[in-house]
């Protein structure tokens, strides 16, 4: 009896004792949206066209490190995917407004600046919403 016991801890230990849990996920998940979010908050309002960049830049990367994440739960897979879209238009956007405003195309600025407050709306959106998937007990 025992060692039905014992095998049957191993067997378990082998199969789950090693997989993610569901919080560990979120976690790797929120440390790319923090970082991001102290890279880019000082910079978001930036006249310096340099700074602007950068911030595109950091935007970029925060997508890949998102993409790049390993995450198994199916659910957190969809706000992973979303965070790093969103990410990668930021990025798209700010370098298009950038352009826009060298060149002092005044309607591609203000659809860009609009494209813009609609990532902004989208991010917090998704993020209470994976902050209440993480908090559940599913």
Known sequence: MNKIFTVVFLLNFILFGCAE??????????????KIAKESQSNRQTTDIKKALEVADAFEEASKSMKDLKISDEQLSKYQL????????YAQTTRQF???LQKKDIST??????????LGKKEPELGEEMNSYCQSNS
């Open 98 to 100: 950038v352009s826009a």
């Open 21 to 34: 849990t569901k919080i560990f996920q979120c976690q790797k998940i929120i440390l790319i949206t923090q």
């Open 82 to 89: 979303g965070f790093a879209q969103i990410y990668e238009g």
């Open 109 to 118: 600025l203000k659809v860009m600046q609009e494209q813009l407050k609609q």
